[in-house]
């Protein structure tokens, strides 16, 4: 296997549910090369939500990887995670909590309601949120949070970046 | 040591605090090359090599001091292997941000 294609499938493994853009950003790779691997990488289960497509290592079901979608997105990942810290909570709080419109808070609940991550209980007039599968949610989140240690390598990488490209500049 | 104006607590040879400060800047290194090698194995480009080649030389200037500190090392070697890693720190440096350059205009090409 090539140097590149290793370390695309590298990315994919730590990064189960990444997206192909932060895939070709990550790695400094021209789209065409990532495309060209990726198809060449049979392990890896490609899946289109929304929108954005999303590659996986082997041994996520497609319930699993539809939510690893859904959890790279900031603002649902958010919701989700007020969601799993409460029983059931109603839509006017999680939005006061995250401080976000009502219409955004609407916008991503539809995209988890969808995909089976959350449901929207009517009770009469009053509407409550509850995870569906909290158990295997919190399993997920854990896997698209990163580590103290990747966190940081993260930064670590924004500053190297930021100052590479001041000096390259000058 | 008993060089003029010199300031330390001595626990008979031992210099006791140059060797904390040596142990504290050895720690903190390693940790930031750490960081340096696992940016490197993530992107893979070489001016994240030369970055961390640079922060393993930055090791180095420690371990080269606790050699002469417990006397492995003659002073006059211990100071030109240190001016030494500061030179090639500079030159890995500049190659990275050289290379930074080389593989955006690498990028940009349709």
């Known amino acids: ?24 950003r990550g790695l400094e790779l021209a789209t065409g090369q990532v495309q060209y691997h ?14 954005r497509t999303h590659y996986y290592p082997p041994g996520y079901d497609e319930w699993e990887r539809r939510t690893l ?18 029983d059931r909570t109603r839509p006017a709080d999680v939005a006061d909590r995250l401080d976000i419109a009502r219409s955004t808070l609407e916008h991503h609940l539809d995209g988890l309601a969808e995909h089976g991550i959350v449901e929207k209980r009517r009770d009469g007039r009053r509407v409550t949120l509850t995870v569906v599968r909290p158990e295997e949610t919190v399993e997920l989140l854990g896997a698209v949070e990163p580590t103290l240690l ?21 | 040591m008993t060089e003029p104006g010199h300031v330390g607590v001595h626990l008979g040879p031992v210099h006791v605090d140059f060797a904390v400060v040596l142990a504290l800047s050895g720690l903190m290194t390693a940790a930031l090359c750490v960081f340096g090698v696992a940016a490197y194995r993530r992107r893979g480009s070489v001016s994240y090599l030369l970055v961390a080649l640079a922060l393993c030389v930055l090791v180095a200037r420690p371990i080269l001091g606790g050699l002469a500190m417990v006397g492995t090392m003659s002073p006059a070697t211990h100071h030109t292997l240190e001016h030494g890693a500061d030179a090639v720190i500079v030159v890995l440096v500049l190659g990275a941000a050289y290379y930074t350059r080389s593989v955006e205009q690498r990028l940009e090409e349709p």
């Open chain 1, 69 to 86: 979608a859904m959890l790279r997105r900031e603002t649902a990942r958010d919701i989700v995670l007020v969601l799993c810290a409460e």
């Open chain 1, 1 to 24: 296997m090539s140097e590149t294609r290793r370390r695309i499938r590298q990315r994919i493994h730590r990064d189960p549910g990444v997206h192909f853009r932060a895939l070709t």
């Open chain 1, 38 to 51: 990726l198809a060449r990488l049979d392990d890896i289960t490609e899946e289109r939500v929304n929108g």
């Open chain 1, 150 to 170: 990747e966190r940081l390598t993260d930064r670590f990488e924004r500053l190297v970046d930021g100052l590479l490209e001041g000096a390259a500049e000058e």
